[in-house]
């Protein structure tokens, strides 16, 4: 799913939270919620209501595609809250690292989905090249060694 969002508006617009939610088809209590975290901070307050600028909307693609990439929301605090770039640069790497280990998998899932659309096997399992992705694609545990130090 593409992320598309206007983003142009003039420096002295402001916008409504019903309006900021809308441009990334959010329900508003999402950007309050993201605000209770700390996540986003309202630029002020007019008369009770929030009101958002440009570099809200920015904010919220950000969160919106670190959600994506996995992140949780604590996850996306703690990076938009660090203030050093090598301290920022750590935390983005180990999310990296992780992002790698999940498209590995992905991957080996969908080299065992492509097969099986194209495998005529009536028992897939018994299909030997599907044991062979299936086995390539996993690491299965010794059945001789449980990890119990005897």
């Known amino acids: 799913m593409a992320l598309q969002v206007n983003v142009n508006m003039k420096s002295s617009e402001w916008m409504q939270i019903g309006e900021l939610a809308e441009r990334?088809?959010?329900?508003?209590?999402?950007l309050r919620h993201w605000e209770a975290m700390g996540l986003i901070a309202p630029a002020a307050r007019v008369n009770g209501r929030r009101r958002y600028t440009q570099d809200h909307l920015i904010h919220v693609m950000t969160i919106i595609r670190a959600k994506a990439a996995g992140m949780s929301l604590e996850q996306i605090r703690e990076i938009l809250g660090v203030t050093g770039q090598a301290e920022r640069h750590a935390l983005l790497q180990r999310h990296h690292?992780?992002?790698?280990?999940?498209?590995?998998?992905?991957s080996a899932s969908k080299a065992l989905i492509e097969h099986l659309m194209r495998c005529t096997a009536d028992d897939f399992t018994q299909c030997p090249t599907?044991?062979?992705?299936?086995?390539?694609?996993?690491?299965l545990p010794d059945p001789h060694h449980d990890g119990c130090v005897v």
């Open 24 to 30: 990334f088809d959010l329900a508003p209590h999402v």
């Open 97 to 106: 690292a992780e992002l790698e280990r999940r498209l590995q998998e992905i």
């Open 130 to 139: 599907y044991r062979r992705i299936a086995e390539s694609a996993v690491v």
